[in-house]
């Protein structure tokens, strides 16, 4: 079992930044791959930005270029640093872990909010 815990979300006016931290503890030596996840209200749970152990990683076309994920692996916590925020960045996020490198992982944490607006 893996537990995650999220920090960082908050408001912040458009341009702005935030930065999201995940901490893992459990069974942290079986995640290979730690992901952030999000989801604005009515709308279906999207992938923001995938980090494997070996430094590997993807981003939603959305947010190329503002997001930038990072991990350390030593302490096993997980980074999303946003910038350049816009309103559609509004939503719930939420950190996921797991031992696949290329899919969801079993583990969630249970989600903060980030709110763009002015």
């Known amino acids: 079992q893996v537990q995650l815990v999220e920090s960082g979300g908050g408001l912040v006016q458009p341009g702005g930044s935030l930065r999201l931290s995940c901490a893992a503890s459990?069974?942290?030596?079986?995640?290979?791959?730690m992901a952030w996840y999000r989801q604005a209200p009515g709308k279906q749970r999207e992938l923001v930005a995938a980090?494997?152990?070996?430094?590997?990683?993807n981003y939603a076309d959305s947010v190329k270029g503002r997001f930038t994920i990072s991990r350390d692996n030593a302490k096993y916590t997980a980074f999303l640093q946003m910038n350049s925020l816009k309103p559609e960045d509004t939503a719930v996020y939420y950190c996921?872990?797991?031992?696949?490198?290329?899919?969801?992982?079993?583990?969630w944490g249970q989600g903060t909010q980030v709110t763009v607006s002015s």
């Open positions: 459990g069974s942290t030596f079986m995640i290979i791959r």
């Open positions: 996921n872990a797991g031992s696949w490198p290329n899919r969801p992982g079993a583990s």
């Open positions: 980090i494997t152990s070996g430094g590997s990683t």
